[in-house]
């Protein structure tokens, strides 16, 4: 298996957060109810970045991955039961219940400040992403790359130090490395992009940040038009009862799009926010995605 694309055919990818402010109970029920056998790419959504003090006699702070919990106390108090570390391991359990072949990644979060802490301190940094993949039995590691000041010569230390943290983990299977940006990519340079697995553009229709199809174009050509590293995003967030909200983007787009340019897949955000109706994911995106992706294109 080649250590650059460790997903045989369409990579079909689905973000999947862990801090909505749900109760327990609703939160293992979407868990229960989402289809993961109609994804190969599992991305949990998000660890932040911690610091550790330490004295200038030992090189100052350095800063590390964190599992955090990241809801707002004063609307949804944090459960001591319900944690995020919970809620890693009850969605690792079931997903691979459901598909064992599934690949599930944990993401760095789109605070540019937990990127560029991560940046200052490469080596601590990649070891504890190690630790974390090792610990809940993941199979890498993704950075969504948005509104951050990070110099492109730091983000290609800390990717290259990531991937040989990762490399050091004894699997059956390479380490996934992904990176998600939604901004001017012109700092992740050849340099950067070559450390990735998967290069994901968040080229949403709705509720994304000016991330388009030209974008992932540009991203490919600085891999010598290797498309089969670009995965195309989509927004599959909205409600489908409700006619003056957002609508969840039309996969068929992203696929179309994947498909004509040889591309290795497309990816969604997010899972347990897909085609909502009466408050609960119907995973229509999720489903339509998958059928699109495993359908032959036309001659």
Request: proline share 6%; aromatic share 10%.
């Amino acid at each position: 298996m080649n250590k650059r694309s460790p997903i045989q055919g369409a990579a079909i990818g689905q973000y999947f957060t862990l801090y909505d402010g749900v109760s327990k109970q609703k939160y293992q029920n979407v868990v229960a109810g989402a289809p993961f056998e109609k994804c190969n790419l599992l991305i949990l959504a998000f660890v932040g970045t911690f610091t550790i003090d330490r004295s200038p006699k030992e090189s100052g702070p350095i800063h590390v991955v964190q599992v955090a919990n990241g809801r707002d106390p004063s609307t949804f108090p944090v459960n001591p039961n319900d944690t995020d570390g919970d809620r890693i391991k009850l969605i690792v359990e079931t997903a691979r219940k459901k598909n064992p072949s599934i690949n599930i990644l944990i993401s760095l979060g789109y605070n540019s400040q937990d990127l560029e802490k991560a940046a200052s301190t490469p080596v601590a940094f990649a070891d504890s992403v190690r630790a974390v993949v090792q610990a809940y039995d993941l199979n890498g590691f993704d950075i969504d790359f948005e509104n951050t000041d990070v110099k492109t010569s730091a983000m290609v230390r800390l990717a290259k130090e990531i991937r040989r943290s990762l490399n050091k983990i004894p699997s059956k299977r390479p380490m996934i490395m992904t990176i998600t940006p939604a901004q001017d990519g012109r700092k992740l340079n050849k340099n950067v992009l070559e450390q990735f697995t998967y290069i994901m553009p968040q080229t949403y229709f709705h509720g994304g940040d000016g991330t388009n199809f030209a974008d992932a174009t540009w991203y490919a050509k600085q891999l010598h038009d290797k498309y089969s590293r670009i995965v195309y995003g989509l927004n599959s967030e909205g409600f489908l009862d409700r006619p003056d909200e957002d609508r969840p983007d039309d996969p068929k787009k992203s696929a179309d799009e994947a498909k004509k340019n040889h591309a290795a897949g497309i990816f969604a955000w997010r899972l347990n926010g897909d085609s909502v109706k009466q408050g609960f994911p119907t995973f229509a995106d999720a489903v339509e995605m998958w059928k699109l992706m495993n359908q032959q294109s036309p001659t």
